[in-house]
């Protein structure tokens, strides 16, 4: 199987800066897409940034202009700048991938654990 890690979230004031980082583990065949998407308190689940195999990239509006998506194909890793970031940013973060494994047929969902983002004012 997938696993997808996510690592640094933390604690930060406004208007600084954040760079969160997905680790994708496992006998990985291929890769589709990746995105970032995060979930605030009593607020569902929002997309933040995707990132295509080809490389195109889209954001919510919230993210555009001050975040910035990744990937490092070779490490199978993809990243998330945050810059400017607002006491609103304040979520769990979780990385999302659309991947095939070895011995599956096609690319499926996968999740991970979530890394929280808190920025105080």
């Known amino acids: 199987q997938v696993q997808l890690v996510e690592s640094g979230g933390g604690l930060v004031q406004a208007g600084k800066s954040l760079t969160l980082s997905c680790l994708a583990s496992?006998?990985?065949?291929?890769?589709?897409?990746m995105a970032w998407y995060r979930q605030a308190p009593g607020k569902q689940r929002e997309l933040v940034a995707h990132?295509?195999?080809?490389?195109?990239?889209r954001y919510g509006y919230f993210a555009k202009g001050r975040f910035t998506i990744s990937r490092d194909k070779v490490k199978n890793t993809v990243h998330l700048q945050m810059l400017s970031l607002e006491p609103e940013d304040t979520a769990i973060y979780y990385c999302?991938?659309?991947?095939?494994?070895?011995?599956?047929?096609?690319?499926?969902?996968?999740w991970g654990q979530g890394t929280q983002v808190t920025v105080s004012s």
């Open positions: 999302h991938g659309e991947i095939q494994f070895s011995g599956a047929f096609r690319a499926r969902a996968y």
């Open positions: 496992g006998t990985i065949y291929s890769i589709d897409l």
């Open positions: 990132i295509s195999a080809d490389g195109s990239t």
